[in-house]
């Protein structure tokens, strides 16, 4: 049955997301910040009220949440703008569901933890070490008191950025060009790739569930081995890739050593083993 699907935030993932549901035959709606398409509503995620009255015109059957501020170190010197948006915002789209009747997906980050041990899964105990990670934490403690029906979706996501401002697209201009790059070797994390985590989010979201899950590929990979992959594939010169470490660079926002998930629950809520890693890349490869 075709459904009527709200996607607030057509960024990065927002944007696969979108066409992953309309390819799957559903009605999509969609806010961004300037109004594009007669299905796009402009809302600023903080004003309830404009969320409201959007959704009363649409009544979604599904709401889905991929609106954040995303640049640490930005939220270092301004955590007001990550607790209205992060936060408050998620906490609006909460209310909205529960008084509309919508199923709720939110998501979510790997940045949660403070990156000791590595591969946490959905009962491990966060413990966020930034300001983007706490205004995070908040966000999924809001949907969870406000929200009657939800789904939090915890991960990390790479891919072909169309805007180019992804790291994958960060590190396919500079190695095509020759440029050298900096890959850390202590930054470990369990990437998506983003066009397989939509469709991923299209199965979980005609699962009903109240849960939190972790949506990861399998292999733990650095950043520096990440570069080295992408080399591999793009036959770049490896020697481009020089490898450091981020205790050496002063940013503002403490990095997490070690963000791995594990995914051993949403796979068997799926019954199905996830895409690999080298696979994910090769995906990427054909959008290039």
């Known amino acids: 049955m075709k459904r009527r699907?709200?996607?607030?935030?057509?960024g990065f993932l927002g944007n696969y997301v979108v066409e992953e549901f309309q390819k799957q035959g559903d009605e999509?709606?969609?806010?961004?910040?300037?109004?594009?398409?007669?299905?796009?509503?402009?809302?600023d995620i903080?004003?309830?009220?404009a969320i409201f009255?959007?959704?009363?015109?649409?009544?979604?059957?599904?709401?889905?949440?991929?609106?954040?501020?995303?640049?640490?170190?930005?939220?270092?010197?301004?955590?007001?703008s990550g607790y209205e948006i992060n936060s408050d915002g998620a906490k609006n789209l909460a209310l909205?569901?529960?008084?509309?009747?919508?199923?709720?997906?939110?998501?979510?980050?790997?940045?949660?933890f403070d990156?000791?041990?590595?591969?946490?899964?959905?009962?491990?105990?966060?413990?966020?070490?930034?300001?983007?990670?706490?205004?995070?934490?908040?966000?999924?403690?809001?949907?969870?008191?406000?929200?009657?029906?939800?789904?939090?979706?915890?991960?990390?996501?790479?891919?072909?950025?169309?805007?180019g401002k992804n790291l994958v697209n960060w590190m396919v201009s500079k190695l095509s060009k020759n440029e050298s790059i900096i890959g850390f070797n202590d930054i470990l994390f369990t990437p998506i790739e983003v066009s397989y985590l939509s469709s991923l989010i299209y199965k979980l979201s005609l699962i009903s569930?109240?849960?939190?899950?972790?949506?990861?590929?399998d292999q733990k990979i650095s950043k520096y081995d990440l570069a080295i992959s992408i080399c591999e594939l793009f036959s770049f010169n490896k020697e481009l890739v020089n490898m450091g470490s981020s205790s050496n660079v002063d940013f503002k926002a403490k990095r997490p050593k070690n963000s791995s998930l594990?995914?051993?629950?949403?796979?068997?809520?799926?019954?199905?083993?996830?895409?690999?890693?080298?696979?994910?890349?090769?995906?990427?490869?054909?959008?290039?």
Do not use: W
């Open 28 to 43: 999509v709606f969609s806010s961004r910040l300037s109004k594009c398409s007669k299905n796009d509503f402009k809302i």
């Open 209 to 217: 569930k109240n849960t939190i899950l972790n949506l990861s590929s």
């Open 46 to 49: 903080r004003d309830k009220n």
């Open 115 to 163: 990156g000791k041990t590595g591969m946490y899964d959905e009962s491990s105990i966060p413990n966020p070490i930034n300001v983007y990670a706490k205004t995070k934490l908040l966000a999924e403690k809001y949907v969870i008191q406000e929200s009657n029906n939800y789904l939090i979706l915890r991960t990390n996501f790479i891919g072909y950025d169309p805007e």
């Open 96 to 112: 909205a569901s529960k008084k509309y009747n919508s199923k709720l997906i939110h998501i979510s980050t790997d940045g949660l």
């Open 53 to 80: 009255d959007a959704l009363e015109k649409i009544k979604p059957d599904l709401i889905i949440n991929c609106v954040a501020i995303t640049d640490l170190d930005f939220l270092e010197d301004h955590p007001e």
């Open 5 to 10: 699907i709200f996607v607030f935030g057509r």
């Open 262 to 288: 594990l995914n051993n629950k949403a796979k068997e809520l799926l019954n199905e083993d996830f895409l690999s890693l080298k696979d994910s890349l090769e995906q990427i490869k054909f959008k290039f």
